[in-house]
């Protein structure tokens, strides 16, 4: 038997403007999330409009203690109807500003189909690096998610 290559596409948001709200968030995550999309929209293209709807940012109850949080979509085959970003309550109030800021980049990359990159370091790595800056490497994967 020979196996088929099937292209496999990658689901992207049907708009280059993306609402997002939130819920149960501080003043210092309002404004880590204000910087990390800035941040997001210099690579890809894509503006942030707070509202309802799209992405939804708050703080979950997670059972496993080391969980930082977790951002992710809904999505039919091509297109993605819904982004979620969810943080650790249990982190809430322990972490300074620039592991929040470095944080919201991560996951919110996420939740607009971005990947773990693998090298140690950068903001897309799996383990919470603090950095607020996109390497070489986080802007290629954020390039596959841009307008």
Not at 100 to 114: C, P, T, Y
Request: proline content about 5%; charged content about 20%.
């Amino acid at each position: 038997m020979i196996p088929l290559a099937v292209p496999v596409e990658v689901p992207s948001w049907p708009t280059c403007q993306i609402v997002y709200h939130t819920h149960g968030v501080t003043k210092q995550d309002r404004k880590a999330i204000k910087k990390a999309t800035r941040k997001i929209s210099k690579v890809t293209g894509i503006t942030f409009v707070k509202g309802s709807g799209g992405i939804e940012i708050k703080y979950h109850r997670y059972s496993e203690p080391l969980v930082l949080g977790m951002g992710g979509y809904l999505a039919t085959p091509t297109t993605i109807v819904d982004g979620w970003v969810h943080l650790s309550t249990a982190w809430k109030y322990k972490l300074s500003k620039k592991d929040k800021q470095s944080l919201f980049m991560h996951e919110v990359a996420h939740s607009l189909g971005a990947n773990h990159v693998n090298s140690p370091g950068k903001v897309m790595s799996p383990i919470l690096t603090g950095k607020t800056s996109w390497s070489h490497i986080d802007k290629k994967e954020l390039r596959k998610v841009a307008c």
